[in-house]
């Protein structure tokens, strides 16, 4: 069983705002984590849960043979990067314009399985 990644880019919201909504999910398991995105009144909520359910099917395309229940998937990974800034211009006083940035955001989530993670510790231990 291989683990299996789910990469978000150009996500319209800053880092600044995503990161602690990530913060909340690392290391859960995928259904805690689904369940804590539900609840979470942030913005950056609802594309953090889609881009889990995204790794969650990449995951069973490449183990077609394993139930995700048995499977017991946990976040492994989530990585929340700086995307490119957009440019804007504001208007102010006396006709001049002001610059700002609407950043984005890349977001990398990676799940695996609980049971590989036991039986890779148990080999680690053979040696």
Known sequence: MAEARALLRNLRISPRKVIPVADVIRNKDVNTAMEILKVVRKRASYPLLKLLRSAVAN??????????EEANLYIKTIIVNQGPALKRWRPVSRGRAHPYKRRTSHVLIVVDSKNEKVSNQKQDTTK
């Open 59 to 68: 995951w069973q395309q490449k183990n077609p043979e394993v139930p995700v």
